[in-house]
């Protein structure tokens, strides 16, 4: 992108970063400057020739219409991408984007002509590499102190994945647009370097004596402090404890993730009955989830549960009682069911009020403050429900197809972030147990 510019080249860079940031983040004005301005070029050369060829003329014609109607649907799709795009995800990723952007109009400004200044901010794996190392190993982690040495606080590695991801998109946006035509930056050399960044990791948390068990099998939460978070939130008997009760346990029996809860509304749930479950009636309560990580295909989740054996985990029963204390206790007025437009906007677990989504520091506090009353250590808070309830089945005995099922998970997917990864069948069979 060019920028004319007439004062000093100090002012003329500071311009450039700021407007930079405007401009560069915005993979659709990218492609409105670029196949729009070939667009305009192949125009003007077919009236050039219009007179002395005349068939050229009219293939070049073809081709400026062509590249307008291909300007426009690289348009739309980048505007319909960032409209699909969860939210939290996309705050993430500005974030990195901008810093990225702001590096490259320090390190990539180039003086094209006298006066006009361009910034190379173009994705590709070498200028990604250098980013890594020299702007985000150096600065760190922005959000937390210095450390008592006064240096910067060393990312996760989770954090530099995180860039990592926000990066790429960047790259596909400029893709899209017509304007970068490098490779994916995802090559030999950055995979060399996320390899040793990871296992520099594990050594210096080896090092500081981190416990070993964050992130792994022994980070989750059992039966027993299960029922101690539902018991600290039950105890405290107000609309928003019990508001924080039934999410919690919500997302462990239907194996939730926090999106999908924070858009459920009233008009999502339903019921129905198993027969042959015994003498009692077994209903079934069931979330449908059009919304959230695992419905990117368009795909309809159903999230399911019935009544636990053990009442003080019961989700089922825990929504009851938050609706009893929303609806009688704190005098919500109850939903008028006689026309769709009176409640189906609706929320199951209400935000602010009654129709704004849940916000995720809402879920995350609470949890957050539920674990450490109950000593429990967990790198997650609102992850940790379907993480927890997923390996709680496995160890249980639920097949890998139920949980995909019950968690709309792929197995790959489940397989590496949820099981266990014991086999029990395995381990009765080598040391001298029946398989079943």
Not at 39 to 66: C, E, F, I, K, P
Not at 159 to 178: M, N, R, V
Request: charged share 25%; with cysteine.
């Amino acid at each position: 992108m060019s920028f004319r510019i007439s004062s000093a080249t100090s002012s003329a860079t500071s311009s450039v970063t700021s407007s930079s940031h405007t401009s560069s983040s915005s993979a659709v004005s990218a492609s409105a400057s670029t196949l729009s301005s070939s667009a305009s070029l192949l125009r003007q050369d077919a009236a050039t020739n219009s007179t002395s060829h005349g068939l050229y003329s009219v293939h070049a014609a073809a081709l400026a219409t062509n590249a307008e109607k291909e300007a426009e649907s690289s348009r739309e799709d980048i505007e319909l991408k960032s409209q699909i795009q969860r939210k939290k995800t996309k705050q993430s990723y500005a974030q990195w984007r901008k810093r990225y952007l702001a590096w490259c109009a320090k390190e990539y400004l180039y003086e094209v002509q006298p006066g006009v200044f361009e910034t190379d901010d173009l994705v590709s794996e070498v200028k990604l590499l250098r980013f890594l190392k020299e702007e985000v190993e150096t600065t760190g982690n922005q959000k937390k102190r210095r450390g008592n040495d006064g240096g910067a606080v060393t990312l996760q590695y989770e954090s530099y994945l995180q860039c990592l991801k926000a990066i790429f998109d960047l790259w596909k946006d400029q893709k899209a647009a017509g304007k970068n035509e490098h490779p994916h930056p995802r090559g030999d050399k950055l995979n060399t370097w996320r390899k040793a960044k990871q296992i520099s990791e594990k050594e210096t948390r080896r090092a500081n004596n981190v416990d070993r068990g964050i992130g792994t099998l022994e980070d989750r939460y059992n039966f027993e402090e299960m029922v101690a978070v539902s018991l600290y939130f039950f105890d405290r008997q107000s609309e928003t404890e019990m508001h924080n009760r039934a999410t919690f346990l919500l997302h462990h029996m239907m194996l939730l993730h926090g999106e999908s809860s924070h858009f459920a509304e009233l008009a999502d749930l339903f019921t129905m009955h198993f027969s042959e479950e015994g003498h009692s009636p077994c209903s079934v309560l069931i979330f449908h989830s059009g919304f959230g990580k695992t419905t990117t295909s368009g795909n309809h989740n159903y999230f399911t549960t019935i009544r636990h054996h053990n009442v003080r985990v019961c989700a089922f029963g825990a929504l009851a009682f938050y609706f009893f204390y929303r609806f009688h206790v704190s005098g919500e007025p109850f939903p008028d069911f006689s026309t769709s437009e009176n409640w189906f906007k609706i929320k199951m677990l209400k935000g602010c009020d009654r129709f704004q989504d849940m916000a995720y520091t809402t879920q995350n506090d609470a949890i957050r403050c539920a674990f450490n009353a109950c000593d429990i250590a967990s790198l997650h808070t609102t992850h940790a429900g379907h993480g927890s309830g997923a390996r709680d089945a496995e160890l249980h005995g639920a097949s890998e197809d139920s949980l995909c099922r019950h968690g709309g998970w792929n197995m790959q997917s489940m397989e590496r972030y949820y099981l266990s990864k014991i086999s029990r069948e395995l381990l009765r069979t080598i040391n001298g147990f029946p398989a079943k």
